[in-house]
């Protein structure tokens, strides 16, 4: 046998025919590298995905609550100062803080959207608001969500365009289980049926990304006022319903 060491003690030696050369572990290392860069997207996507789950889920579930609200108040959903935050009477109606329902009204990728609500650099300019779930929040009626029955646009005197959303798109309205109420008569009422009209939206800012990872092209979450959540694609002031 060929020594491959020499002990100082014992004058045996140990054989080096079984270990592993540095080339060969150089290899191993890149082949784990190459593999771990192939898993991690896919890890990274299914956790997006798993978040856009929950938010659909969300959703759902604060629309069953206007459902039953409606039920008790003649068919008609709550209706709010404006689309935009904050919504404490919109939390008070659904006795969301006291039943926990409140958790609901918080996208997964709140945390992540809060950046673009606290930026006054997206339309409307010099704009401000947060959408993360804290008990700040919670008590202001501040949350993730837009919500579509509303007395009028929100306005901010900061803006160029003085409002949040555009006032030719975003009409106020009551929503009713039945269909909607226009609230601004000298405005045309937009087409379209149960299937179509919106109710909730994830969080939006002109120019700033969408949550959930996608491009501001791309789409965002809405509940109907069918009871169905689905992805919109495009842009919402084109198809606002």
Same mark, same amino acid.
């Given at each position: 046998?060929?020594?491959?060491?020499?002990?100082?003690?014992?004058?045996?030696?140990?054989?080096?025919?079984?270990?592993?050369?540095?080339?060969?572990?150089?290899?191993?290392?890149?082949?784990?590298?190459?593999?771990?860069?192939?898993?991690? $997207?896919?890890?990274? &996507?299914?956790?997006?995905?798993? &978040?856009?789950?929950?938010?659909?889920?969300?959703?759902?579930?604060?629309?069953?609550?206007?459902?039953?609200?409606?039920?008790?108040?003649?068919?008609?959903?709550?209706?709010?100062?404006?689309?935009?935050?904050?919504? $404490?009477?919109?939390?008070?109606?659904?006795? @969301?803080?006291?039943?926990?329902?409140?958790?609901?009204?918080?996208?997964?990728?709140?945390?992540?959207?809060?950046?673009? @609500?606290?930026?006054?650099?997206?339309?409307?300019?010099?704009?401000?608001?947060?959408?993360?779930?804290?008990?700040?929040?919670?008590?202001?009626?501040?949350?993730?969500?837009?919500?579509?029955?509303?007395?009028?646009?929100?306005?901010?005197?900061?803006?160029?365009?003085?409002?949040?959303?555009?006032?030719?798109?975003?009409?106020?309205?009551?929503?009713?289980?039945?269909?909607?109420?226009?609230?601004?008569? @000298?405005?045309?009422?937009?087409?379209?049926?149960?299937?179509? &009209?919106?109710?909730?939206?994830?969080?939006?800012?002109?120019?700033?990304?969408?949550?959930?990872? &996608?491009?501001?092209?791309?789409?965002?979450?809405?509940?109907?006022?069918?009871?169905?959540?689905?992805?919109?694609?495009?842009? $919402?002031?084109?198809?606002?319903?």
């Amino acid at each position: 046998m060929k020594c491959g060491f020499v002990s100082p003690v014992r004058g045996g030696c140990f054989s080096t025919g079984n270990a592993f050369s540095l080339v060969e572990l150089l290899v191993v290392m890149a082949i784990i590298a190459i593999l771990a860069g192939m898993l991690l $997207p896919a890890l990274s &996507r299914a956790k997006s995905i798993a &978040r856009e789950k929950a938010c659909v889920s969300n959703l759902r579930q604060v629309h069953a609550a206007l459902q039953m609200y409606a039920d008790d108040a003649n068919d008609g959903y709550p209706l709010e100062p404006t689309e935009h935050n904050p919504h $404490p009477d919109l939390l008070n109606a659904l006795e @969301a803080c006291r039943s926990g329902l409140v958790r609901v009204f918080y996208c997964p990728q709140a945390d992540y959207m809060e950046q673009y @609500a606290q930026s006054p650099n997206y339309t409307p300019r010099g704009g401000i608001d947060s959408v993360r779930d804290t008990p700040t929040n919670q008590a202001a009626g501040n949350v993730s969500y837009i919500y579509f029955s509303f007395r009028t646009n929100k306005y901010c005197a900061a803006s160029p365009g003085g409002y949040w959303r555009e006032t030719a798109n975003f009409i106020p309205r009551q929503l009713k289980t039945t269909d909607v109420k226009w609230l601004d008569e @000298a405005k045309p009422q937009l087409a379209g049926t149960l299937s179509d &009209r919106w109710v909730m939206s994830d969080f939006f800012r002109q120019g700033a990304p969408f949550p959930h990872g &996608r491009s501001h092209a791309r789409g965002v979450n809405v509940s109907y006022l069918d009871g169905h959540v689905d992805l919109m694609r495009g842009r $919402p002031r084109e198809n606002y319903r």
